[in-house]
């Protein structure tokens, strides 16, 4: 066998060793669920084996479903076939007519918890590494091998609901108080609590298979304690989701319909939701960018290979604001002497008082000590002496955005690095090639767009000049990977990618108030489409002066070739006749106050409402699809190559819906044909800006998707 270790007593207790020949965790697949199925005949078939333990050579017990097996595209029937495979083996566990105790060391999560809760027992330590957990409703499934339906017959309806629904995990502690499992007494072993259990000769049975058990809840909605849950439940998951995530009302089914079914009935009733969530566009979409192709983007696949590896030692930041003090915040922890400079003392040191603040929330929660904390502060330098720099191997200007104040600190900051040193620029908009220009090093210049709060935003964007060299892009990765954040590559052009497809986002909810739809429903609509704020309301947060002056700047930069953004208009209006500049101001398109914020109610007067607008459900369509033909249109003039780069940017950059996949698996899951025509309809409708190309056109008529 490949994946499980099977090894007998003298003393009848057979153990079944989980150790993945591929892999420094264990996983689900369906070859895996065949040799477990195998190994469980062998073990039933000796009579020699009076009881089994099933425990794992690994740090961890289990870690569920290989991913890169559940990312590829299946058919109902397939992943009905898969589930039942599984499902039935693990049935075959608990039915086979011997004792099973389950040694759980590390996590259990997933398939590999559902194996667990298969067994007649569980025992393990009191270790903080000990998690359980079923969290597939994050990739939008359900636990397809009797999850939903062993775990609500052990807690009930209320808590299995809590565990299946949040996707959390637990603690041993909080295991062992819901009766799921138990630790041993002190001076004894997990695995020698488990012998000893099977020594004593229990009954080989679980609870669902007791002789005349009945479905825990077999009254259903005649029961009014579930009526109120499931009432309840269904309207808190229609406010979270807005319909767009099949998996949490589907695990709501499955439980309901379960729970007043005979144990194997209900077991298919899960597999049949299962293979719908499998076999549909939300969870391929989800596992294919949020997890297989994040997990290869950390990884630093697309480093340039035959590169030596950089160490960062030390590196240095110019500029203290929020922006450069995160950076310089997320290097020191990582282990990097950092040299936070700015244009004053004072601007320095409050910098280094800000990562002092988000240093005190973790030893707050408990995410670190006093001591590290400490530490990670004293590898940060402020200071205004550019002769510091000295000695670093990477240097990350973060100051404003101004291609004149840019310039000025690079030429100070490029002549005192060496010749191997790579010079970033932390820009959102401005072209990287242009300002490569003011250091003698072009070809060690590249652009790292981090994303504000810097140290919880994962993304950044990698922008490779027209002389930046291979090498310099490897180093850069290579730093991007010791900050443990997510790398993606674009090429140069103004706004990139992230900036484009967010300004066109804003740009077009607030052009959508100009055309005389309430901003209210501009607001929700975009909430129910699945972004995670407004953009009448990121406007604010970001301030309305930030896309004017982009505007503005591109003017400036391309003469005849500038192209004024839909909202323009509004925004200038709001800033020059009513004086209303976003968040930080205290004015924008919402009042803010002690009560939280509103929408300004004077918005209205200003931008009256048309009598005949959209509904929600075209508008938050809109939205999605204004997002993903700019994208379309980066993939199609070479600023990105690699679609799965795209889909990454949008989701943990801008928080595009996750349930699409991104930006172009959005386009593949509406079908290229039918987005096609929907931007040609909205062309019509509303402006030049939704015009499909001939390329896009061309594509369409071949079917070429962009991820196969």
């Not at 011997?98 to 298969?118: I, M, S, T």
């Not at 700047?553 to 391309?558: E, G, H, I, V």
């Not at 929907?678 to 962009?706: I, P, T, Y």
Request: aromatic share 8%.
């Amino acid at each position: 066998m490949t994946h499980i270790k099977t090894d007998r007593t003298s003393g009848g207790i057979a153990v079944l060793t989980l150790d993945h020949a591929n892999s420094s965790t264990n996983l689900i697949s369906p070859e895996w669920a065949v040799e477990f199925s195998d190994a469980l005949d062998g073990l039933f078939a000796d009579d020699a084996v009076k009881g089994i333990v099933i425990t794992s050579a690994k740090d961890g017990f289990m870690a569920g479903a290989d991913l890169d097996f559940m990312s590829r595209a299946f058919t109902t029937k397939e992943a009905l076939e898969f589930s039942r495979s599984v499902s039935n083996a693990f049935r075959r566990l608990e039915t086979g007519g011997k004792p099973v105790a389950a040694v759980l060391v590390g996590a259990a999560l997933g398939g590999g918890f559902e194996l667990a809760l298969a067994c007649h027992r569980r025992f393990f330590s009191d270790d903080p590494a000990v998690q359980f957990g079923l969290p597939e409703v994050n990739v939008g499934l359900l636990p397809g091998a009797g999850g939903t339906q062993r775990l609500q017959r052990l807690l009930g309806a209320e808590k299995a609901l809590d565990l299946l629904l949040g996707g959390r995990s637990m603690t041993a502690a909080e295991a062992v108080e819901l009766g799921i499992g138990e630790t041993p007494a002190p001076g004894v072993t997990p695995l020698e609590a488990a012998f000893a259990w099977l020594a004593s000769g229990p009954e080989p049975l679980q609870p669902w298979d007791r002789k005349g058990n009945m479905a825990r809840h077999k009254l259903g909605l005649l029961d009014h304690s579930n009526a109120a849950l499931f009432s309840m439940m269904t309207a808190k998951v229609a406010a979270r989701t807005h319909h767009n995530y099949p998996a949490q009302p589907a695990i709501l089914s499955a439980v309901f319909e379960g729970m007043q079914l005979h144990f194997d009935k209900a077991l298919e009733v899960e597999s049949k939701y299962f293979a719908r969530l499998l076999s549909g566009d939300v969870a391929q979409n989800i596992v294919r960018t949020v997890f297989v192709n994040r997990r290869r983007a950390q990884n630093l696949a697309a480093r340039p290979k035959g590169v030596a590896k950089m160490s960062f030692g030390k590196i240095g930041i110019l500029g203290a604001g929020m922006m450069g003090a995160g950076i310089a915040y997320s290097a020191a922890r990582a282990g990097s002497k950092v040299v936070l400079i700015d244009r004053n003392e004072d601007a320095a040191n409050a910098g280094k008082e800000h990562v002092r603040g988000l240093l005190d929330k973790l030893v707050q929660r408990d995410r670190t000590s006093n001591e590290e904390a400490a530490a990670i502060l004293d590898r940060i330098l402020p200071t205004t002496d550019y002769t510091s720099l000295q000695g670093a191997n990477l240097v990350v200007e973060a100051v404003f955005e101004d291609s004149a104040v840019k310039a000025d600190v690079i030429k100070v900051a490029a002549a005192q690095l060496s010749a191997e040193a790579v010079f970033a620029s932390n820009t959102s908009t401005l072209p990287i090639t242009g300002l490569a220009e003011n250091s003698t090093r072009p070809e060690r210049f590249i652009g790292l767009h981090f994303f504000s709060p810097v140290e919880r935003m994962p993304l950044v964007e990698m922008i490779i000049g027209k002389r930046t060299s291979q090498e310099t892009i490897a180093h850069a990765m290579d730093f991007v990977g010791h900050l443990r954040k997510l790398p993606i590559l674009v090429k140069d052009s103004r706004g990139f990618y992230t900036s484009r497809v967010f300004l066109s986002y804003v740009n077009e909810g607030v052009a959508m108030l100009d055309e005389g739809i309430p901003a209210a429903l501009i607001e929700n609509a975009a909430r129910f489409a699945g972004m995670p704020t407004g953009p009448l309301a990121v406007t604010d947060e970001v301030s309305l002066d930030l896309p004017v002056m982009i505007a503005q700047q591109a003017k400036a930069d391309l003469g005849e070739n500038y192209r004024e953004p839909c909202g323009y208009g509004v925004m200038t209006r709001m800033i020059s006749e009513f004086d209303r500049h976003g968040r930080k101001y205290g004015a924008g398109f919402y009042e803010y106050g002690s009560g939280g914020k509103r929408l300004w109610p004077e918005l209205a007067s200003h931008f009256p409402s048309d009598s005949r607008y959209p509904s929600s459900q075209e508008i938050g369509e809109r939205l999605l699809h204004v997002q993903a033909l700019e994208a379309v249109r980066c993939v199609e003039e070479g600023v990105i190559e690699d679609p799965r780069d795209a889909d990454l940017g949008s989701i943990f950059g801008i928080g595009f819906p996750t349930y699409t996949g991104g930006t172009l698996s959005y386009v593949d899951t509406v079908g290229i044909g039918k987005f096609v025509e929907r931007c040609e309809a909205l062309e019509k409708a509303v402006g030049e800006r939704f015009k499909a190309s001939d390329w896009l056109k061309q594509r369409a008529a071949e079917g070429l998707s962009f991820h196969g």
